[in-house]
């Protein structure tokens, strides 16, 4: 009989896990739901909030293990085969707060701020060290005190763009990593960020504001 690998402990701890996360996914979100209603209820014409939310999918979890540990590009050490362990993971529970416009981020990452005080501020940055958006990771602790999850506050056209882009950069991950695609992502990001720039004076608030 063959001897389990690393990744065999990984995939079984990701399945006895996955009922916890999914447990902590739907408190952040109810959570994020709950503080951020009165900002969707002043919304104006044109402007938008959309809470997204996810649990890490197992073989993206056992990829961003790799990374984490510095071994992107190889395998985990099959003589540590119970040495890995996904609550290292600072993500397996993520909600994505989506606003446009750009005006209401601060608006809304105060508020969430307020609530997840004990959160830790590791804001999403590009590949020159400019923050593209917060992110903060911390514990759903009613319901867990072992899985992390994350809450980012990202502009709206550039979370779009991640939802179709990370997907796509996870299979062709040594595309996705090489100089030149890592310079066309910034200029899609950036070129997202002057357009919302742009069109945002002509965003109206709601009437009153």
């Not at 540990?69 to 609550?87: I, T, V």
């Not at 882009?165 to 992502?185: D, G, I, L, Q, W």
């Amino acid at each position: 009989m063959e001897a389990r690998t690393p990744e065999d402990h990984l995939r079984e701890q990701y399945f006895d896990l996955l009922p916890e996360m999914q447990r902590v996914v739907l408190q952040l979100e109810a959570e994020v739901r709950y503080h951020t209603l009165p900002i969707l209820h002043t919304l104006g014409i044109g402007e938008q909030l959309v809470v997204d939310s996810r649990v890490k999918e197992c073989e993206s979890a056992l990829q961003k293990l790799l990374r984490i540990k510095g071994l992107e590009g190889r395998k985990f050490d099959p003589d540590c085969a119970g040495g890995y362990s996904l609550l290292d993971l600072p993500d397996l529970a993520a909600v994505r707060v989506l606003v446009f416009p750009n005006r209401r981020l601060d608006e809304v990452d105060k508020t969430l701020r307020a609530h997840f005080q004990n959160w830790t501020a590791k804001p999403l940055k590009d590949r020159k060290g400019e923050v593209l958006a917060p992110r903060y990771i911390g514990h759903c602790e009613d319901v867990s005190r072992a899985v992390r999850a994350e809450y980012q506050v990202v502009p709206m056209l550039l979370g779009l763009f991640w939802r179709v882009e990370h997907p796509a950069m996870y299979k062709f991950r040594r595309v996705a990593n090489s100089r030149e695609m890592r310079r066309r992502r910034g200029e899609v990001e950036r070129v997202l960020a002057h357009f919302e720039q742009g069109i945002e004076p002509y965003i109206l608030p709601r009437s009153g504001e």
